[in-house]
C-alpha cells in the first residue's frame, strides 16, 4: 500500500525516482551490440532501490501500470532520439505488461505519439512479451499483436521455454525474435536436458525464420555453447549488467 501510494506521486511527478536501465544484446559472433534491453528502475524516497519484480506487481495491482508503461515508452524513444543526437544508433526494446496489451488502443496511441514527438521510425523500437502472456487468451493477443506489427514495431517473445507454446499459433504471430528463459541458460554447462531443450528452440527459431537470444549468459562457457548452437543473439551479465544510458552509451561507444 505504501509502495503504491508512493509510485502513484512518483508517476504524477512525471517520474521522479523512475529510470531505464539498458542492458547491451550482442551479437553471438562477433560480440557487437545489436540493441538493448531497457529495464526500469525505482529509486525509493526512503527505501532506496527498490526491484521491478516487487513494484511491478504492484503497479498491476493497484491500476498504475498503464502509466507507468506509457512513462516507459516516452522514456525509451526519448533515449533512443538522445543516443541519435550522440551518433548511436541502437534498438531499444522495452517489456509489455498484459494489460497494456488488454487496452490495446491507447497502447497504440502512446507508441505513435513518442515515435512522431522524436521522429523515430517504429523500427527503432522494438516490444517483449512473455510467453505466458502472448499464449493466454490468443484471439485477442493475436489482434493486438498484429497491430503493433502493422505499426513496424518489432516484437519478441521473452522467458521462451517456460510457459506453453502452441507452435500453430507461435506461427501465426507477427513476432521476430524469441529469447531463451534464463534458467535453460544457467543449467546449460550442468544438464543434458537444459542442452538439448536449447538446441531445439534455437532450431525451432531458425526453421521459423525467427532470430533467437539467450538471457541470463553469465559464463564464457555458456556462450561458447551457444555460440556453437549459431544463436544469433546473447544477453546477460558475461557482456555487461543493465547500466544508466550515459554509461551504456560509453560502453556501446568503446565495443564498437
Ligand atoms: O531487471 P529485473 O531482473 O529486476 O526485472 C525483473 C522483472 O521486471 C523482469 O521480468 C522484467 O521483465 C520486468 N520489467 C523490467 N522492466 C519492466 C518494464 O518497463 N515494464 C514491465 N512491464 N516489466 C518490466
Ligand atoms: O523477465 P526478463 O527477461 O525481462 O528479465 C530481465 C532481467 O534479468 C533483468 O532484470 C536483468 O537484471 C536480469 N538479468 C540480466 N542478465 C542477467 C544474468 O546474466 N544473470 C541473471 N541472474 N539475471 C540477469
Ligand atoms: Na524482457
Ligand atoms: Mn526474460
Redesign the pocket.
Known amino acids: 500500500l505504501e509502495l503504491a501510494r508512493d509510485l502513484r506521486a512518483a508517476l504524477e511527478a512525471g517520474g521522479a525516482g523512475l529510470a531505464l ?1 539498458y ?1 547491451p544484446k550482442v551479437a553471438g559472433d562477433t560480440a557487437r551490440v545489436l540493441g538493448v ?1 531497457a ?1 526500469l528502475r525505482w529509486q525509493h524516497p526512503r527505501r532506496g532501490p527498490v ?3 516487487a513494484f511491478i506487481p504492484v503497479a498491476e495491482r493497484f491500476g498504475l501500470i498503464i502509466a507507468l508503461g506509457d512513462w516507459v515508452i516516452d522514456e525509451a524513444c526519448r533515449q533512443i532520439a538522445d543516443w541519435r543526437g550522440q551518433g548511436l544508433k541502437l534498438r531499444v526494446a522495452i ?1 509489455l505488461s498484459v494489460q497494456q496489451l488488454r487496452q490495446p488502443e491507447a497502447l497504440l496511441q502512446r507508441l505513435q505519439q513518442a515515435l512522431a514527438r522524436h521522429q523515430l521510425t517504429a523500427a527503432q523500437l522494438s516490444c ?1 512479451i ?1 510467453e505466458s502472456v502472448a499464449m493466454a487468451d490468443a484471439a485477442a493477443t493475436e489482434r493486438v499483436l498484429q497491430r503493433l506489427g502493422a505499426l513496424g514495431v518489432s516484437l519478441s517473445i ?2 521462451f521455454g517456460t510457459g506453453y507454446s502452441s507452435l500453430a499459433y507461435l506461427r501465426r504471430l507477427p513476432v521476430s525474435q524469441l ?1 531463451i ?2 534458467s535453460f ?2 543449467d546449460l554447462e550442468t544438464s543434458a536436458d537444459a542442452r538439448a531443450i536449447v538446441k531445439a528452440v534455437i532450431e525451432l527459431a531458425h526453421a521459423l525464420s525467427l532470430e533467437v537470444v539467450a ?4 559464463t564464457e562457457g555458456q556462450a561458447a555453447v551457444l555460440r556453437a548452437k549459431r544463436c544469433d543473439k546473447l ?4 557482456f555487461a ?2 547500466m544508466p544510458a550515459q554509461e551504456l552509451a560509453q560502453w556501446a561507444l568503446r565495443s564498437q
Open positions: 536501465h542492458q534491453e529495464l526491484s521491478p519484480g517489456n517483449e512473455t521473452d522467458d529469447k528463459d534464463r541458460i544457467q538471457e541470463g549468459v553469465e544477453q546477460g551479465f558475461l549488467r543493465p
